[in-house]
């Protein structure tokens, strides 16, 4: 049964006060969860996608994870956020999301079924917009080893380098279900090609009185292959750069045949994205 429980859960998480990594704690409410890793991601290049996105990872009691993530536009256009459920095996069970459309505010919720998604969007204000709010009800292609995202989050699609199979190598491909929170905009049938090319050590830039410190990275590139209404296919190139744990580091992504690109990096690791991104 599809579940509409977007508001008490999302809003329970987004709004407790982070505790540090690692140190169990009573989190949303729920004894016993921590936070495994928090940060920020900092997006340049095309103003218009410049954004911040703060992250952060929760580790619930039945092992599961939890994704919440704010993302401010560069321009204050808008300020979106979204959380993620996975399960312990960091496989996609649901996502929900506050988001903007047209100036007017909404609510999403996505949640996989069998071989898709069922997805649900409504205004908050019923006094907004025309006939009364906004009222979308659509399904998503999901086969059963496929992820869901909230556009624009970019920290989501991290999840693929704990999927990809380091012993096998070459392309992987993996499945992808999203609804944007920032526009009316549904993706069913979106596919990364997926390859590991390798690791970076990275020596961070002095500090004041401390020794360099030099870092290793996991570099992934992929093909983003996203469905078009006319059957065609519009295609993206990105990096995906993480550490060793596969917790995000950075991406960079290009519309092919271009030279404009779109950088992400975690804040404070500006010495480390001048090396690795080109």
Not at 129 to 145: E, K, Q, Y
Not at 218 to 238: A, C, S, W, Y
Request: hydrophobic residues 40%; glycine residues 10%; aromatic residues 10%.
């Amino acid at each position: 049964m599809f579940r509409n429980t977007l508001t008490a859960g999302f809003l329970s998480l987004t709004l407790m006060t982070p505790v540090l990594a690692d140190h169990p704690s009573t989190y949303a409410g729920v004894a016993g969860a921590r936070v495994l890793d928090s940060g920020v991601m900092v997006v340049t290049g095309n103003p218009a996608f410049a954004r911040e996105e703060t992250f952060e990872y929760v580790q619930r009691p039945d092992g599961g994870i939890t994704l919440l993530n704010t993302i401010s536009a560069g321009n204050g256009s808008f300020r979106v956020r979204a959380r993620f459920d996975l399960d312990a095996d960091w496989n996609s069970l649901s996502a929900s999301g506050l988001g903007l459309y047209d100036s007017v505010p909404v609510e999403s919720y996505m949640e996989r079924v069998g071989d898709q998604v069922e997805i649900q969007v409504h205004s908050l204000d019923e006094g907004e917009g025309d006939g009364g709010g906004i009222h979308l009800a659509s399904s998503a292609v999901c086969d059963p080893d496929c992820f869901i995202n909230m556009s624009p989050s970019a920290v989501a699609m991290f999840v693929m380098t704990r999927h990809y199979d380091l012993e096998k190598g070459g392309v992987q491909t993996f499945q992808w279900a999203g609804q944007d929170l920032d526009k009316v905009r549904t993706l069913s049938g979106g596919k990364a090609n997926l390859v590991y090319q390798g690791e970076q050590a990275v020596k961070r830039a002095a500090l004041p009185e401390a020794e360099p410190e030099t870092v290793t990275l996991r570099h992934f590139t992929f093909v983003e292959e996203l469905p078009m209404p006319n059957g065609g296919v519009f295609k993206l190139d990105f990096d995906l750069w993480t550490d060793l744990d596969h917790w995000p580091m950075g991406f960079q992504v290009r519309t092919p045949g271009t030279a404009s690109a779109t950088l992400g990096f975690r804040k404070g690791w500006d010495d480390v994205r001048g090396q690795v991104a080109q």
